[in-house]
C-alpha cells in the first residue's frame, strides 16, 4: 500500500472527526472544502431558472453534488469530493476551475426538490458530453476520466476506506427513490428466500438432476451432496452496489447489493432447479 495514500487518509480522517466534533459537518464533510468552494462564485438556485445536465451544487450547505436530471420529486446525480487521490475505475474524474474532483458514479443520489441547493457552475463542455453519454446512452466513462483500478470489495485499500465513509454521508439519498425502511442488504435476504423456497411445490413429472440455471442478472447453483444452493448475481450488480428488485412469485424486496452471492441450506430431495429459477425474478430497482 502506498505510503503517501496512507498519510492523505489520516489527515482526512483527522479533518473529517475534527468537523464531526466541532459540529462543523453542518455545513460540510470537511472545513477544507467547504473553504475552497466558498472562493468560487456561489449563486442561489433562484438565479438560475433552467437545471442542466453537468451542474455543480452544494446540497443543504453539506456536500457538493453533480447534476444529471430529476424525476418526480427528486434531483438525481452524484456526490462530488476534491480528494482525487482516492479516486478508483468506478468514479469520473474531471477539472472545475483550476481544481480537479471526482464523482462517485456507483451511487446515484435522489435529492428532493424542496432541499436547499446552492448553485456552484457547470462543468466544461467535454464533461458534460462524457457524463450526457454515461447518464443517458450507458456509454462507459472513458479511462483517461476513471481513478485508479484497484478490488473495489478490498477495504485494505484506503481508497475503499475513504468511499465507504463517504457514501455513508450520504446513503439515504441514495435510498430516496423508496422508503428506507424498505430497503434491505442482499445478503440479509437469505432466511426471507429460504422460508419462500421451502413453500414451493415441485411438479413430479418434471424431476431432473441438472443442478444450474441461468435467468437474467442471476444464477442458481445446487450442490446436491452439500444441500447447498447459492444465488449469484452477475459482477457488474456487485462492482456497481446496485439497487436491485428480487421477486419470488408474490413476495417483492428491494435491495442493496453488499455481496454478489448467498447461500441457503435447502432440504428437499424434490428440488427442480429450473423450475425454481421460473419462480425468481430479480431486475434493477
Same mark, same amino acid.
Given at each position: ?17 475534527? &468537523?464531526?466534533? +466541532? ?6 464533510? =470537511? ?40 424525476? +418526480? ?7 462530488? *469530493?476534491?480528494?482525487?487521490?482516492? /479516486? *478508483?475505475? &468506478? ?9 480537479? $474532483? ?7 443520489? =435522489? ?10 457552475? #457547470?462543468? @466544461? ?14 456509454? !462507459? ?7 485508479? *483500478? ?22 439515504? $439519498? ?17 432466511? +426471507?428466500?429460504?422460508?419462500? #423456497? ?13 443442478? *444450474? ?5 442471476? +444464477? ?16 457488474? $450488480?456487485?462492482?456497481? &452496489? ?5 421477486? #419470488?412469485?408474490?413476495? @417483492? ?14 432440504? !428437499? ?15 434493477? /430497482?
Amino acid at each position: 500500500m502506498s505510503e503517501r495514500l496512507k498519510d492523505i487518509y489520516e489527515i482526512y480522517t483527522k479533518l473529517k472527526l475534527n &468537523n464531526e466534533e +466541532s459540529g462543523a459537518g453542518d455545513k460540510g464533510d =470537511y472545513k477544507e472544502f467547504m473553504n475552497t468552494i466558498k472562493e468560487i462564485r456561489i449563486e442561489s438556485d433562484h438565479s438560475k431558472p433552467a437545471l442542466e445536465i453537468g451542474e455543480l451544487y452544494i446540497v443543504d450547505g453539506k456536500f457538493m453534488f453533480l447534476l444529471t436530471g430529476e424525476v +418526480s420529486g427528486f434531483f438525481t446525480g452524484f456526490k462530488v *469530493t476534491e480528494w482525487v487521490d482516492f /479516486a *478508483t475505475q &468506478n468514479d469520473f474524474v474531471f477539472k472545475f476551475e483550476t481544481d480537479e $474532483y471526482f464523482a462517485f458514479m456507483d451511487y446515484e443520489l =435522489y435529492i428532493p426538490k424542496n432541499l436547499p441547493m446552492a448553485y456552484v457552475g #457547470i462543468l @466544461e463542455d467535454k464533461y458534460v458530453d462524457v457524463l450526457f453519454e454515461y447518464t443517458v446512452n450507458g456509454v !462507459d466513462i472513458p479511462k483517461k476520466y476513471k481513478g485508479l *483500478t484497484i478490488p473495489i470489495d478490498d477495504e485494505n485499500y484506503y481508497q475503499v476506506k475513504f468511499r465507504n465513509q463517504e457514501i455513508a454521508d450520504v446513503l439515504p $439519498y441514495h435510498f430516496n427513490q423508496f422508503e428506507v425502511s424498505d430497503v434491505i442488504f442482499f445478503s440479509e435476504l437469505k432466511d +426471507s428466500i429460504k422460508q419462500r #423456497i421451502e413453500k414451493i411445490n415441485y411438479p413430479k413429472a418434471a424431476a431432473t438432476a441438472k443442478h *444450474t440455471a441461468r435467468k437474467g442478472i442471476f +444464477s442458481l447453483y445446487f450442490d446436491r451432496q452439500t444441500n447447498i444452493l447459492k444465488i449469484i448475481l452477475d459482477e457488474e $450488480y456487485v462492482k456497481k &452496489n446496485a439497487l436491485i428488485r428480487v421477486q #419470488i412469485e408474490d413476495d @417483492e424486496f428491494i435491495c442493496l447489493v453488499d455481496k454478489g452471492e448467498i447461500e441457503i441450506e435447502i432440504f !428437499d430431495d424434490n428440488i427442480i432447479i429450473p423450475y425454481l429459477a421460473d419462480k425468481i425474478d430479480i431486475t434493477n /430497482a
